[in-house]
């Protein structure tokens, strides 16, 4: 195989577009997916304030790294989830990059901030370990942006991720979810942050490539808790998909961006009211993440 640019050995091949490049020329390609996703959604520009959910994972240290060599001033959140040895990892992951590169990481410790860790709130709640983990980072990571008065919220959602989640949403029917899944949020006057996901035309295994040729560190390890959880088993069968018919996830990823989400976009937008606790904006009287923490933060025992 040879690089589709230069003609040298290649080291990895794109089969969906039908390319092969040596490391350097992977690396432009993976910068022009980016550039090209940020600019063709209209995403932000180099006046916005951004800030990157961290997580020491390959897709947003890659993410980070992409957006730097870019010419963007990223700053990035990482979130303390408290998960044993995999938390500490990933946060120490996430420091090191920042460090190397002398940039800005935000820190926060969910214990320390909100009195609770996610195990906790998985044992304490009726959500899963992943949907306690995504409503606290949705929460904490919005509130981190709006305090710093950043007015974009970046994400290293890749395209297996948002093609599983679709995948996901479509197989429940879930119409609220089907509306709000796109790669673009704007934000709202009720105090959301504008949310963005430009690695969502770069697949998984190409973040992991970028991130093993520009020689990044990152956790390697699964989230534990995260095991044998559904859109992991959705992702191997979409893999299945993409081995026979390459273009397969990307395919159903934009042709539902171009021509299904429109019509689900229809319907009225939920009206967005002040939680009564926090103030954060939510459609009822107190927000998902106040509840969570009024149950995961009780010691054991209270409350029963
Ligand atoms: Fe969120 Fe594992 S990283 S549950
Ligand atoms: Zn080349
Ligand atoms: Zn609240």
Same mark, same amino acid.
């Given at each position: 195989?040879?690089?589709?640019?230069?003609?040298?050995?290649?080291?990895i091949?794109?089969?969906r577009?039908n390319?092969?490049f040596?490391?350097?020329?992977?690396? =432009?390609?993976?910068? %022009?997916?980016?550039?090209?996703t940020? #600019?063709?959604?209209?995403?932000f520009? !180099?006046? *916005?304030?951004?800030l990157?959910?961290?997580?020491?994972g390959k897709?947003s240290?890659?993410?980070?790294e992409i957006?730097t =060599?870019?010419?963007y %001033?990223?700053?990035?959140?990482?979130? #303390?989830?408290g998960?044993?040895a995999y !938390?500490? *990892?990933?946060?120490?992951y996430s420091?090191v990059?920042?460090?190397?590169r002398?940039?800005?990481?935000?820190?926060?410790?969910?214990?320390?901030?909100?009195?609770f860790d996610i195990?906790?709130?998985?044992?304490?709640?009726?959500?899963?370990a992943?949907?306690?983990?995504?409503?606290s980072?949705?929460?904490?990571?919005?509130?981190?942006?709006?305090?710093?008065?950043?007015?974009?919220?970046v994400?290293?959602?890749?395209?297996d991720?948002?093609?599983?989640t679709?995948?996901s949403?479509?197989?429940?029917?879930?119409i609220?979810?089907?509306?709000?899944?796109h790669p673009?949020?704007?934000?709202t006057d009720?105090?959301?942050?504008?949310?963005?996901?430009p690695?969502?035309?770069?697949?998984?295994?190409?973040?992991a490539?970028?991130?093993?040729?520009?020689?990044?560190?990152?956790?390697?390890d699964e989230?534990?808790?995260?095991?044998g959880?559904?859109?992991?088993?959705?992702?191997e069968q979409l893999?299945?998909m993409?081995q026979?018919r390459?273009?397969?996830?990307?395919?159903?990823?934009?042709?539902?961006?171009?021509?299904?989400?429109?019509i689900f976009?229809?319907?009225?937008?939920p009206?967005?009211?002040?939680?009564?606790?926090?103030?954060?904006?939510?459609?009822g009287?107190?927000?998902?993440?106040?509840?969570?923490?009024?149950?995961a933060?009780?010691?054991?025992?209270?409350g029963?």
């Amino acid at each position: 195989m040879r690089c589709r640019v230069c003609r040298s050995r290649a080291a990895i091949e794109v089969r969906r577009h039908n390319a092969a490049f040596c490391g350097e020329h992977f690396v =432009e390609h993976i910068h %022009r997916q980016v550039q090209r996703t940020i #600019e063709d959604f209209e995403m932000f520009n !180099s006046d *916005d304030r951004l800030l990157l959910g961290v997580s020491g994972g390959k897709d947003s240290l890659a993410l980070w790294e992409i957006l730097t =060599e870019l010419g963007y %001033r990223v700053d990035g959140v990482n979130l #303390e989830l408290g998960i044993g040895a995999y !938390s500490v *990892d990933s946060t120490n992951y996430s420091r090191v990059f920042a460090d190397q590169r002398d940039l800005t990481l935000l820190e926060v410790d969910l214990q320390d901030e909100f009195g609770f860790d996610i195990p906790a709130a998985a044992a304490s709640s009726s959500r899963t370990a992943c949907s306690a983990c995504g409503l606290s980072k949705r929460y904490v990571l919005n509130s981190v942006a709006r305090r710093g008065g950043y007015n974009v919220l970046v994400m290293g959602h890749n395209l297996d991720d948002e093609a599983a989640t679709l995948f996901s949403n479509v197989a429940s029917w879930n119409i609220d979810y089907l509306a709000r899944q796109h790669p673009v949020l704007v934000e709202t006057d009720a105090g959301l942050a504008r949310k963005v996901k430009p690695l969502i035309r770069v697949a998984e295994r190409e973040t992991a490539a970028y991130a093993v040729i520009r020689g990044i560190d990152y956790e390697i390890d699964e989230c534990p808790m995260a095991n044998g959880n559904t859109i992991n088993r959705i992702k191997e069968q979409l893999n299945a998909m993409e081995q026979q018919r390459p273009g397969f996830k990307q395919r159903f990823l934009f042709g539902f961006l171009e021509r299904g989400s429109p019509i689900f976009n229809e319907g009225p937008r939920p009206v967005l009211t002040a939680c009564s606790v926090c103030g954060s904006p939510t459609t009822g009287d107190v927000c998902a993440f106040c509840k969570l923490q009024d149950r995961a933060a009780k010691p054991t025992g209270e409350g029963q």
